[in-house]
Nanobody
């Protein structure tokens, strides 16, 4: 069982940066891949990026390449999402999720994740 709590969202001007955190509880945290998803108003939840259990492998959606950086600190039970050069279209609720990662598999579909946080709002003003 893994519990996830996101933080770090807020209101920021376009071009700014944010670092989101996903704090986990549960002894099995290090066994899971951790992914970030986002959902904008009126849109479906979409995959942003994910990181394997060791932090040695990551995978990101095309739109996230170059501006979104995921990292994890298993000792702190925390995964981070650094977002740079924020754009108004990045406005969304950002969720982190934990999913099985056998052989360092990197899941990219929401259905592959078992545990979800409550989300943190990111609003980017133009």
């Amino acid at each position: 069982q893994v519990q996830l709590v996101e933080s770090g969202g807020g209101l920021v001007q376009a071009g700014g940066s944010l670092r989101l955190s996903c704090a986990a509880s549960g002894r099995t945290f290090s066994r899971y891949a951790i992914g970030w998803f986002r959902q904008a108003p009126g849109k479906e939840r979409e995959f942003v990026t994910t990181i394997n259990w060791s932090g040695g492998r990551t995978y990101a959606a095309d739109f996230a390449e170059g501006r979104f950086t995921i990292s994890r600190d298993n000792a702190k039970l925390t995964v981070y999402l650094q977002i740079d050069s924020l754009k108004p279209e990045d406005t969304a609720v950002y969720y982190c999720a934990a999913g099985p990662s056998p052989n360092s598999y990197l899941p990219a579909r929401s259905t592959e994740y078992n545990y979800w946080g409550q989300g943190t709002q990111v609003t980017v003003s133009s």
